[in-house]
């Protein structure tokens, strides 16, 4: 897999592929993250990137022509399956979308800045639009990241067990049930019986029904959905 992120701060993202599990994936070969400078691609001596808005209102808007500049070079160099936008009002990140990017091979994140991005940039480039939740940060930088762990956890290869991801939370539409290690009793707390029985039916069925307790304790709309 390929991932291009454009950005007005690259460096903000660089740590995070750069230690533990998003590392050894890109160690390996099984991930390119490459990171784009919206500058490089700014206007004039000063390579701007940025202007009012029409109509006036408060901030600054990413100006059309860097964008799509930068996104217009980027797609004549290969064919990418998703160019995402990183945005408050996109779709509402889950697993299922990351079980989806996961299998793609060309991917470009854009991460917002300011106000956000001339609309005729979505119109042009834009072919899915990604929100981690219903706040505002600062800039996309920080979702594309979130994104991407989401995304590349998921290659084959990348966890020592590739079982885990599988049955992560939401990943069969249920929050994990509980998990226990040594000792079998802390400070007066026992490890459930069933789990030390060594009976793999019996601890599948009890997974599984403390799985649907607690979605429907805490995630209820999960079990409508």
């Known amino acids: 897999m390929r991932i ?3 950005s007005v701060l690259p460096e903000l993202m660089q740590s995070p592929f750069e230690t533990s599990i998003l590392k050894r994936a890109v160690d390996k070969g099984l991930v390119e993250v490459h990171f784009h400078h919206l500058r490089e691609w700014g206007i004039g001596k000063h ?3 940025d202007d009012e808005p029409y109509g006036g209102g408060a901030g600054m808007v990413m100006m059309i022509e860097p964008l799509d500049a930068c996104l217009s ?3 004549s160099q290969r064919e990418y399956d998703e160019v995402i936008y990183l945005t408050p009002d996109g779709e509402t990140l889950n697993q299922r979308i990351s079980n989806t990017l996961s299998i793609q091979k060309n991917l470009i994140f854009l991460c917002g800045h300011y106000k956000g991005i001339d609309q005729r940039v979505r119109e042009l480039h ?3 639009e990604i929100s981690i939740g219903d706040f505002v940060l600062t800039g996309g930088e920080l979702a594309a990241c ?3 762990d989401s995304v590349i956890r998921l290659l084959p290869g990348v966890l020592n067990d590739e079982q885990s991801a599988l049955t992560d939370s939401f990943q069969d539409g249920l929050l994990s049930p509980p998990i226990y290690t040594r000792p079998a009793e802390y400070k007066g707390l026992k490890v459930p019986e069933i789990l030390l029985s060594g009976n793999s039916k019996k601890i599948a069925d009890w997974h599984y029904e403390e799985a649907l307790r607690i979605t ?4 209820p709309d999960l079990l409508d959905e």
């Open 4 to 6: 291009d992120i454009v």
């Open 47 to 49: 390579r701007q990137i």
């Open 73 to 75: 070079e980027l797609k």
């Open 126 to 128: 834009i072919t899915k």
């Open 146 to 148: 979130v994104l991407a």
């Open 216 to 219: 429907h304790e805490k995630r």
